[in-house]
């Protein structure tokens, strides 16, 4: 059975096995462009992929089945190298600990994304980035853009174009560079990691 088939088969929840980790050659492989129109194989993956993003982020679940939270996954990080990713953002609750009235800021499943353009400014997350596929700390400023247009396909064929800002432009980055085999260590400087250049957006 190939991975895909494994994957995508309806009793298979994605977890931490499933997931490569750095040094595995499919993460440094810039993936494969998705056929249209997309393949039910393709749209199940996806959904699989956002599935194994709610599950980390619900306590009971993450605990049940031992998972790392996670915000993004691209589909190479599962061994499957085609330009899919996966992002859900959730928003904060209020200052009593309600729910937000909308519970995520960000939830999507994108085929063949891409930056159409960006801002000149750049920005960086004050506490760095982690990375499911890296199971240790690497310290510094992760320098990205600090806004970014992004186009892509949605499970139902249809084409968007969003424009993003804030933690939600730093995940969609970080998932897109996945598709081309870049990791997130990359972009750090490697001699001064807590430079901020220029301008530079510091993220809380
Ligand atoms: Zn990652």
């Given amino acids: ?6 994957l995508t088969k309806a009793s298979h929840l994605i977890d931490m096995d499933d997931i490569i ?10 993936a494969e462009e998705v056929e249209l129109p997309l393949s039910d194989q393709d749209i199940i ?4 992929m956002l599935q194994f993003l709610k599950h980390s982020q619900d306590p009971v679940m993450a605990e049940k089945m031992k998972l790392r939270g996670g915000v993004g996954l691209a589909a190479p990080q599962i061994d499957i190298s085609k330009r899919i990713i996966a992002v859900l953002v959730p928003n904060p609750e209020d200052e009593e600990g309600n729910p937000p009235a909308e519970a995520y800021a960000l939830k999507e499943v994108m085929y063949n994304p891409k930056i159409v353009s960006h801002s000149i ?3 960086a997350m004050e506490g760095g980035e ?3 596929s890296v199971d240790r700390e690497v310290p ?5 853009h600090a806004r970014v247009t992004v ?3 949605d499970k139902t064929g249809e084409k968007h174009r969003i424009k993003l800002k804030g933690f939600n432009a730093i995940v969609v980055q970080h998932e897109i560079d996945h598709i081309n085999g870049i990791m997130f260590y990359d ?3 490697p001699e001064h990691p807590f430079a901020i250049k220029e301008g530079m957006l510091v993220i809380e």
């Fill in 21 to 30: 980790r750095e040094g595995h050659p499919t993460l440094r492989k810039v």
């Fill in 130 to 132: 982690g990375c499911l």
């Fill in 140 to 144: 510094g400023y992760v320098v990205r």
């Fill in 121 to 123: 400014q750049e920005a």
């Fill in 151 to 153: 186009e892509y396909i």
């Fill in 187 to 189: 972009r750090i400087n």
């Fill in 45 to 48: 993956l996806g959904e699989k």
């Fill in 1 to 6: 059975m190939s991975v895909i088939e494994r």
